[in-house]
């Protein structure tokens, strides 16, 4: 089964691309996606024991969180060593179903793929890309965001030029769906007669 990361910074149209692979047929595994789950549910007693307050209802509280953690280099790596191995674990259910299903392709959509190594674990990288301007008034788009979280959230990855030239592949989200929709095609031609191998 050949195993494709997707990954790109903040803002960039990773969600986006990640959807149009899925339209394709490509089942995909949404770290981002899988955080929430986790927050509403396995995590939540951990997360506010260790950052009281940061929980509502037994959830936690996304908003609240954010401020105790951005910026707070300790209390990130607090919070990345309760929550890594949680999805870690779903990361690899994700594969063993995948791939007893007898499936040929799947992707891994992990912001974080190359800050945390996860690039060693996949067979090719996908980095989705836009322009500075375009991915600071989609961050600033944002609700609640501001430009000193934006700046922060940016401050933790790996800049989008040093990204690019690690991928095996760059889907640009610029211009109009259709375009991004195309390029999306392309990748997925460009696979077709790879091996796992």
Do not use: N, W
Not at 16 to 37: I, K, L, N, S, Y
Not at 83 to 96: K, Y
Not at 184 to 192: I, K, Q
């Amino acid at each position: 089964m050949l195993v494709l990361g997707l990954t790109g910074s903040a803002a960039m149209g990773k969600s986006t691309v990640a959807g149009m692979f899925a339209e394709a047929g490509v089942p995909v595994f949404d770290a981002d996606r899988t955080v929430h789950r986790l927050y509403r549910g396995t995590a939540a007693p951990a997360v506010e024991t260790a950052f009281p307050g940061t929980t509502k209802d037994g959830a936690v509280d996304r908003d609240a969180l954010r401020a105790r953690v951005l910026g707070d280099d300790a209390a990130m790596a607090e919070l990345e060593a309760l929550i890594h191995p949680l999805v870690a674990a779903e990361r690899d259910a994700f594969l063993g179903r995948t791939e007893a299903a007898g499936c040929r392709l799947v992707i891994l959509d992990i912001p974080l793929l190359f800050e945390v190594g996860a690039d060693r674990d996949v067979h090719a990288v996908i980095v989705v890309t836009t322009t500075p301007e375009i991915q600071t008034q989609r961050m600033l788009g944002r609700e609640g965001m501001t430009p000193e979280q934006a700046e922060a959230m940016l401050a933790r990855q790996l800049p989008d030029a040093e990204k690019r030239k690690r991928a095996h592949f760059v889907i640009d989200t610029s211009g109009a769906f259709d375009k991004t929709r195309r390029q999306v095609g392309d990748v997925l031609r460009a696979v077709a007669g790879m091996t796992a191998g």
